[in-house]
């Protein structure tokens, strides 16, 4: 034990003097965090608080329009400005292009006329279908030739936020074309105007949509951009260790006190041990301040407050698995490169590979299905996924066990790996 | 046999992808309480010697026994007894001669009193106490040397293997370090040297050996071998074994 109790302090001491190596260890990860949870939350808040500008240009004067512009407004996605006297589509096109608004939508004239005539035609249909003749058929030609609604866009507008945009419109545009049927009909058959709370109570669903985002635990925390990124850079730094602990190997190497090392009546396992014990305490000093910045930091900062997991010994326990999976690959890089330029460059690209398929940078469900094989490969995706499990589904220990298991078996490859170069090079 | 530090007998070695032996029966004995000196040219073999009689290369056959522990069977109980200083700086830059010192006497095995103990006394010796706090990176190469030196010898060993102990130091500081290495064989400590300062090695060996090509040519003390060639130093006796040609061979990672 005094042995490794040396080791571990000159381990410790060594470390302190790697001002650099602290630096990337600490420093970057944490403004990796603020900085791109900053952005993702702005986006956030883009998407989810703030309305679209809407033009609206309406040729038409009749009621459908005036109904369906009301049914727009009721939609609550955009910010519509109604445009005045009917100004030509090149006009609207040319404000688009001044940044007045992302969208517009041109209501064609006679757009009431056509709908009531389709409507007619389509309540004449059914009262046929009844038994009753009706002269409504006549008016076929007038239904069929409705001029489409045209809705110009901004090219910033990426396709899915377009086709919710498309959804929305077209159930505007049913509401509007239902309600005229549905008045045609009732006239048709009672002579009399459809009262108001009727075709309230016939048009007005009263089954609600509940969202509610999925939990294991039955919380109604909602995820964002805080609660993504924190665990995912938590991992990055914690692997990003391989710059101080890579090079420390590399350097005992080149000076010659690994050979010195071997002369003396010390198993050169304990000061693998050794440099694990002492850098994975760091990577689980660095988790935990991280996570307190996710705390304590980010709400003073205008940053959604990290929300701990509720099983903290699970916290621990999968941040312990990460930090030695980080440690033994770091110790592996350290044991193959030949000099410290090369622990730092493909110990810094392996990692920023290794995030990259694991899905640190770039959401795992995103990725083609062929990179799907590699990312099962990184330890960075098990150990982001375990966190996951944490952090966004509010599982306990027992649910991110199925990802703690494969990041046990790489890493157990990486030290049988480790030990074999050391073997090899005549280090051990 | 008894009266051996190192005993090796019929050593043969080569570097692992290379088909010439670096060692074919090489045979050496060396007594304890000697000042060994163990010369040769670039590529001779010395440091490679040094390397098996310290166990950091393993050979294919052969033995050597160091004060009769065969090293290839008792690595643990063989390290203890020997000390070792290489040609480079072997040590953690980054720490002061203290904290080396500390870590290389618990490495040795030592306890933490008997650390604090050798610490002061190597320092004083040394003449390191002033700087002892400081980090080693910002010492000059002679004090560097003197750190290296020390963290041999933390664990009072019987056999000391110095590779080039000197190279690159002033005269002062050669003149300390081959006084306490005198020093150390006086109290009992068995020195096996090398070096190419040859005056250096006059003043410090009582024995030596001239290994070339992988043998060795002349292993006997000096004063019989300067009066068996008739030559009044031990560079002129050098030139006159091993040639005035360059003896430079391509260099071999020990790894």
């Known amino acids: 034990m005094y042995k490794l109790r040396a080791t571990i302090k000159k381990d410790l001491r060594i470390l302190s003097r790697d001002k650099m190596g602290v630096l990337f260890m600490f420093v970057m990860p944490i403004i990796l965090a603020i900085v791109i949870t900053a952005i993702q939350n702005s986006t956030f808040e883009l998407v989810n608080d703030n309305k679209v500008s809407l033009l609206l240009n309406n040729h038409d004067t009749g009621e459908a329009s005036k109904e369906l512009i009301k049914s727009i407004e009721k939609i609550g996605m955009f910010n519509l400005t109604l445009v005045k006297g009917k100004q030509m589509d090149a006009q609207v096109i040319e404000r688009m292009n001044n940044k007045d608004a992302l969208l517009a939508i041109i209501i064609p004239a006679n757009f009431s006329s056509k709908m009531a005539a389709k409507a007619k035609n389509i309540a004449?249909?059914?009262?046929?279908?009844?038994?009753?003749?009706?002269?409504?058929?006549?008016?076929?030609?007038?239904?069929?030739?409705?001029?489409?609604?045209?809705?110009y866009y901004h090219p910033v507008l990426q396709e899915s936020f377009r086709a919710s945009i498309n959804g929305a419109l077209r159930s505007s545009l049913q509401l509007v074309e239902s309600k005229q049927i549905l008045q045609t009909l009732y006239f048709s058959l009672n002579e009399t105007a459809l009262p108001d709370s009727l075709e309230k109570d016939i048009i007005n669903?009263?089954?609600?949509?509940?969202?509610?985002?999925?939990?294991?635990?039955?919380?109604?925390?909602?995820?964002?951009?805080?609660?993504?990124?924190?665990?995912?850079?938590?991992?990055?730094?914690?692997?990003?260790?391989?710059?101080?602990?890579?090079?420390?190997?590399?350097?005992?190497?080149?000076?010659?006190?690994?050979?010195?090392?071997?002369?003396?009546?010390?198993?050169?396992?304990?000061?693998?041990?050794?440099?694990q014990i002492t850098y994975l305490s760091v990577t689980l000093l660095q988790a935990a301040v991280i996570f307190a910045i996710g705390v304590l930091l980010f709400p003073l900062l205008g940053l959604p407050k990290l929300n701990l997991p509720s099983d903290i010994a699970g916290l621990f326990i999968v941040s312990l698995a990460c930090g030695w999976c980080a440690v033994s690959f770091a110790i592996c890089i350290g044991v193959f490169a030949q000099t410290q330029e090369q622990a730092n460059g493909i110990g810094a690209v392996s990692i920023v590979l290794l995030a990259a398929i694991g899905g640190i940078m770039v959401p795992s469900f995103a990725m083609p299905a062929s990179f799907k094989i590699a990312m099962n490969l990184s330890p960075l995706h098990w150990c982001l996924e375990a966190f996951y499990g944490l952090f966004l589904e509010a599982g306990k220990l027992k649910d991110v066990l199925i990802n703690i298991l494969p990041l046990f078996v790489i890493t157990v490859v990486i030290q049988l790996l480790s030990l074999w170069g050391l073997k090899r090079k005549n280090l051990i | 046999m008894d009266n051996d530090a190192i005993s090796i007998r019929d050593l043969g070695f080569s570097y692992p992808g290379q088909s010439k032996n670096c060692f074919s029966n090489l045979n050496l004995d060396i007594a304890v309480g000697t000042r060994f000196g163990l010369f040769g040219p670039n590529g001779a073999g010395k440091t490679t010697l040094m390397h098996c009689m310290t166990g950091l290369l393993s050979y294919s056959h052969g033995s050597i026994r160091l004060l009769g522990n065969e090293i290839a069977h008792h690595k643990k109980a063989v390290n203890k007894l020997f000390g070792f200083v290489p040609?480079?700086?072997?040590?953690y830059q980054e720490?002061?001669?203290?904290?080396?010192?500390?870590?290389?006497?618990?490495?040795?095995?030592?306890?933490?009193?008997?650390?604090?103990?050798?610490?002061?006394?190597?320092?004083?010796?040394?003449?390191?106490?002033?700087?002892?706090?400081?980090?080693?990176?910002?010492?000059?190469?002679?004090?560097?040397?003197?750190?290296?030196?020390?963290?041999?010898?933390?664990?009072?060993?019987?056999?000391?293997?110095?590779?080039?102990?000197?190279?690159?130091?002033?005269?002062?500081?050669?003149?300390?370090?081959?006084?306490?290495?005198?020093?150390?064989?006086?109290?009992?400590t068995t020195l096996i040297y090398t070096s190419h300062q040859l005056s250096e090695a006059e003043e410090l060996c009582d024995k030596i050996a001239l290994i070339e090509d992988g043998k060795i040519i002349i292993n006997n003390s000096l004063e019989v071998l300067l009066a068996e060639h008739k030559e009044d130093g031990l560079e002129g006796l050098y030139v006159s074994l091993t040639g005035k040609q360059y003896k430079d061979i391509e260099i071999v990672s020990t790894g």
């Open chain 1, 124 to 151: 004449g249909k059914a009262l046929n279908n009844f038994g009753a003749p009706v002269d409504g058929v006549n008016v076929k030609a007038d239904a069929d030739s409705i001029e489409p609604i045209t809705l």
């Open chain 1, 205 to 275: 669903t009263n089954v609600a949509i509940n969202q509610v985002p999925v939990s294991r635990d039955g919380t109604r925390v909602t995820p964002n951009a805080t609660q993504h990124n924190i665990p995912a850079w938590t991992i990055f730094a914690m692997f990003f260790i391989v710059i101080s602990l890579g090079s420390s190997i590399v350097r005992e190497k080149l000076n010659g006190s690994f050979m010195r090392l071997k002369t003396l009546p010390t198993n050169y396992l304990i000061a693998l041990l050794s440099k």
């Open chain 2, 87 to 91: 040609q480079d700086f072997s040590l």
């Open chain 2, 95 to 188: 720490l002061s001669p203290v904290q080396n010192l500390e870590f290389f006497g618990a490495w040795s095995g030592m306890r933490s009193g008997a650390i604090k103990k050798k610490i002061t006394e190597l320092l004083e010796v040394l003449d390191l106490t002033d700087v002892k706090d400081k980090q080693v990176h910002k010492f000059s190469g002679g004090m560097k040397r003197r750190v290296n030196l020390a963290i041999g010898v933390i664990n009072d060993p019987q056999v000391l293997f110095l590779d080039e102990p000197t190279v690159g130091v002033d005269i002062q500081t050669r003149h300390a370090i081959i006084n306490y290495l005198k020093q150390l064989n006086r109290n009992g």
